[in-house]
């Protein structure tokens, strides 16, 4: 499967997960568990080496210590097995070096979204004892406002790479929230306008029910859209080994919408991890402003 199936696929996954989110329960140890379960061995993705060279060599101090020894190349001239020699020998040192580089670029991926697991894993686990009113408003194709919103539940969750290694390596790692308000939102539309904000809510995740209103003269003229009052969002971040960095995907945060992000690895610091939790609490957030835009 290409990259660009699986970032739909799995961005599809999500969407699907959110909508399900309110009727299902917390269950980190289930996905662990699940991602450690046997899978299809596949061989490691390759990366492209060019895109990714300059920074994996930043990221790798100089080593000391010794190696294994090197067979001498052939001499200089000589007979043409001689200069055959000579270039198999280059391209195999090419190739060695190219493949070490490749295993560290993967390693450092798989390390940056491990980290933000954790860390997402565990802001979840403080947010649903808190539960603390959010604070900001989201507004629905200008018709509706949801607001009065608190923290209902969160869950981070990951997947690993299906591999042959003995060390996998994660492939995404998600973060699913639920915001509430105990009350029902009802919006009456003309027909046909009332297709439009179908649409809206069937985007944005919102469950709803719909009845006819009927007018003085008994036709039904108007449909209204009976929901909750409530938001699912989330997060996903999923590591791209080809290119040698990482999407992120944002759904719903602080606003309804999708918006995409393209991260160097080494971007996530913890500074950027805080920023995110802000981003995902309502409050004011520089995270918008640290990493470019894509979507």
Not at 82 to 94: G, H, I, N, P, T
Not at 247 to 252: K, Y
């Amino acid at each position: 499967m290409s990259d660009a199936g699986n970032w739909d696929e799995t961005q599809a996954k999500l969407l699907k997960d959110i909508e399900a989110f309110s009727r299902s329960k917390p269950d980190l140890a289930g996905a662990e568990a699940g991602a450690q379960a046997g899978q299809k061995k596949t061989s490691l993705p390759q990366i492209d080496v060019q895109a990714v060279a300059k920074r994996a060599q930043a990221q790798q101090p100089a080593q000391s210590g010794t190696s294994a020894p090197r067979m001498a190349p052939p001499a200089p001239g000589g007979s043409l097995l001689d200069k055959l020699k000579r270039e198999a020998l280059a391209k195999q040192m090419s190739e060695s070096q190219n493949f070490s580089l490749q295993v560290q670029q993967q390693l450092f991926i798989s390390e940056a979204l491990g980290t933000a697991f954790h860390y997402l894993r565990e802001f979840c686990d403080q947010l649903n004892i808190l539960k603390p009113a959010y604070p900001l408003n989201y507004s629905l194709a200008n018709i509706v406002t949801f607001d009065n919103l608190v923290w209902q539940e969160g869950r981070a969750d990951f997947r690993m790479l299906p591999a042959a290694a003995e060390d996998r390596l994660y492939q995404h790692v998600t973060l699913r929230f639920r915001l509430a308000a105990d009350k029902q939102l009802r919006v009456e539309r003309e027909n046909p306008a009332h297709e439009a904000f179908r649409n809206a809510l069937f985007e944005n995740s919102i469950g709803f029910t719909e009845e006819g209103v009927r007018n003085d003269r008994g036709h039904i003229g108007r449909t209204a859209f009976i929901f909750p009052c409530e938001i699912k969002a989330g997060l996903i971040f999923a590591a791209d080994y080809k290119l040698g960095d990482i999407r992120l995907q944002l759904h719903n945060l602080q606003r309804f919408g999708v918006s995409e992000y393209r991260l160097a690895p080494e971007a996530l610091t913890q500074e950027a991890y805080e920023e995110l939790a802000r981003l995902v609490l309502g409050e004011q957030s520089r995270f918008e402003k640290m990493f470019r835009r894509v979507a």
